[in-house]
């Protein structure tokens, strides 16, 4: 064999094996979609009647928490708690029907925007070939949550720059970054760009959180001072979960508008839950046309 035809043989070995050919196929007809929340149960609570109806149409979804939950109990805490809240999480997983839900081993309460956990989100996001990034605004009460958020914007050019994080094929395309809903108005409140109706998937919705039970049946409401509060039986604990937490996807009148726009006003005085969304600046910014066809469940 000539010299010349051996060094070009290992010149594209060394570029194959530098850039790996990432096997998800995005010529499928799916939707991929990947919400990136700080602690296992984020993504559910946020996103979880959305993502349900992704998965009903036939899309992909995968849920990500970047902490792994340690730090979330009264009573438990460590490895142990970890482990049992990556079982909830899975458990959820299955209730929703979604493709994925992957826990990080990031401790809990300890997450820094920190160069080696931008690398997985963005290896997360890449190998994922996501067309729809959600994650936290980077202004919240818990510096989890914000610096997930921080960690999405910094990755949010960089998954498409091929020689960052190298060792993972960079995206072809930039996706659409949106934010997931929050109630915080400083430095500037949450503006609903989009507005998904759940009425069909709230029930499924509130079945993935049932599954996190460590969190909605004991550390939140010892948070809050109600843990007597919560009913021993399972049915009745269900009732009080949707009571407690459903409202968290009751819809206001800037939801409401938003509905509007994107169902119409006659169907939108009829839906009764919603789950909202805002346009990152950073990333892909669509056109309506462009979000109603990566968000069919609009038309």
């Keep these: 064999?000539?010299?010349?035809?051996?060094?070009?043989?290992?010149?594209?070995?060394?570029?194959?094996?530098?850039?790996?050919?990432?096997?998800?196929?995005?010529?499928?007809?799916?939707?991929?979609?990947?919400?990136?929340?700080?602690?296992?149960?984020?993504?559910?609570?946020?996103?979880?009647?959305?993502?349900?109806?992704?998965?009903?149409?036939?899309?992909?979804?995968?849920?990500?928490?970047?902490?792994?939950?340690?730090?979330?109990?009264?009573?438990?805490?460590?490895?142990?708690?970890?482990?049992?809240?990556?079982?909830?999480?899975?458990?959820?997983?299955?209730?929703?029907?979604?493709?994925?839900?992957?826990t990080l081993d990031n401790h809990d309460a300890e997450l820094v925007p920190s160069l080696e956990v931008r690398h997985q989100i963005i290896r997360l996001i890449r190998n994922w070939n996501a067309d729809i990034v959600l994650s936290p605004r980077p202004n919240d009460y818990h510096p989890d949550h914000r610096y997930t958020g921080e960690l999405v914007q910094d990755a949010a050019y960089l998954v498409i720059v091929p020689n960052v994080t190298p060792d993972t094929p960079p995206l072809k395309k930039n996706p659409i970054f949106l934010y997931l809903s929050d109630g915080f108005q400083r430095p500037n409140p949450f503006r609903p760009d989009i507005a998904v109706a759940i009425d069909k998937t709230f029930d499924k919705k509130m079945n993935g959180l049932d599954a996190h039970v460590s969190q909605f049946y004991e550390w939140l409401p010892w948070t809050s001072g109600g843990l007597a509060e919560v009913p021993k039986g399972t049915a009745e604990r269900k009732e009080w979960l949707k009571a407690k937490w459903g409202g968290r996807s009751s819809i206001s009148p800037e939801v409401r508008k938003s509905l509007e726009k994107w169902y119409g006003a006659q169907k939108a005085k009829d839906i009764k839950y919603a789950e909202a969304f805002e346009i990152c600046e950073y990333g892909k910014q669509p056109s309506d046309e462009e979000i109603r066809r990566l968000f069919p469940m609009l038309k």
């Design 1 to 102: 064999m000539k010299p010349l035809l051996v060094i070009l043989i290992i010149a594209l070995c060394s570029i194959t094996l530098a850039f790996p050919q990432n096997t998800k196929d995005s010529d499928d007809g799916k939707i991929r979609v990947i919400v990136i929340g700080a602690h296992p149960d984020d993504c559910d609570l946020k996103s979880g009647g959305t993502a349900a109806l992704f998965a009903e149409m036939g899309h992909a979804v995968k849920f990500v928490a970047v902490t792994n939950g340690d730090a979330g109990h009264q009573t438990e805490g460590g490895g142990a708690l970890a482990r049992r809240r990556r079982a909830e999480a899975q458990e959820s997983r299955r209730r929703l029907g979604i493709d994925e839900y992957v």
